[in-house]
């Protein structure tokens, strides 16, 4: 697989990141440096990818009118083609990070806007050029953006396009059912779960047994791991452990979709599936780097 346009479909979201150095102050105030940013992990995904190459990015998602030129505008500042929907109703959906001092982060999430995409917002047309798709998992936690995310994947595989998923939420993963899940993303070939997303799809604490099983319901299954790198697993088999880049992280909101946009851009200029999984963490290392979840 080389070179034609990636086609990212998943959620713009406004981030409020807020990086405190000492512990949450229960009933009074916590220090923190607070910025707000644009993001969302099918966006961020996104700007990634074309940071790392890829010749063409679209991305397809819903924003509230309050703030879609801004999103628009950062979009396109990062190389990508924005599709975006501006949905009448409901303002942009918006994700609070909280960031302790070991550079983790505690998500609190509004949807608003992302997860109202729906098939009426499809054209085949945004498959013309395309080498492939990828699904943001956070459009499978709503009724709506499952029926679009549904209605693109048999589209792209319809016409020969081969279509990536990342899992995106463990909790909601839960929530929504593993079977369900795992019948709805059915004609995928390559998933890109975390640690956690892993053993939770799999049934399976041992995270290289989970990525094995999986890829026998995936043709390519690659599992990031964090500061323990990435594994990838093929026809039932773990067949390559990456290590982590170095990197002294200051916010690892965003690492794993710079994760996924490096591996998809190396995938689409012929990388073979260790080599771009390299590339992915190379990625992410840069994004941990940073506040926010953009390059």
């Known amino acids: 697989m080389s070179g034609g346009a990636l086609l990212v479909i998943g959620d713009v979201v406004t981030d409020v990141v807020a990086v405190h150095t000492e512990p949450l102050a229960p009933a009074t105030d916590t220090a923190a440096r607070i910025r707000t940013l644009p993001g969302g992990a099918g966006a961020n995904a996104a700007c990634w990818a074309a940071r790392q190459g890829a010749a063409e990015v679209r991305l397809l998602a819903r924003v509230g009118a309050e703030s879609a030129a801004w999103h628009e505008s950062a979009l396109l500042a990062a190389g990508v083609r924005p599709h975006l929907v501006v949905d009448p109703a409901e303002p942009t959906g918006t994700v609070v990070a909280l960031v302790g001092k070991d550079a983790e982060r505690t998500f609190l999430t509004d949807s608003g806007a992302a997860l109202r995409l729906s098939p009426a917002d499809w054209t085949p047309s945004l498959l013309d050029g395309v080498a492939r798709l990828h699904l ?111 990197a002294t992280a200051v916010d690892t909101t965003g690492a794993g979709d710079a994760f996924t946009g490096g591996f998809l851009a190396a995938r689409l200029a012929g990388a073979d599936p260790a080599e771009a999984a390299r590339a992915g963490c190379r990625a992410a290392a840069s994004a941990v780097t940073r506040l926010g979840g953009r390059p």
């Open 136 to 246: 943001s998992g956070y459009l499978y936690f709503a009724d709506s953006s499952r029926a679009l995310a549904e209605l693109a994947l048999r589209s792209a595989t319809a016409r020969g396009v081969p279509v990536s998923v990342d899992p995106a939420s463990a909790g909601f993963l839960a929530h929504l059912g593993v079977k369900r899940f795992l019948a709805a993303v059915a004609g995928a070939d390559v998933l890109l779960p975390n640690e956690d997303e892993a053993r939770l799809l799999a049934g399976t604490a041992d995270v290289a047994r989970a990525a094995a099983a999986l890829s026998l319901r995936f043709p390519l299954v690659v599992v990031t791991r964090g500061a323990a790198g990435a594994l990838v697993a093929e026809a039932g088999a773990v067949s390559a452990e990456v290590p982590a880049e170095p």
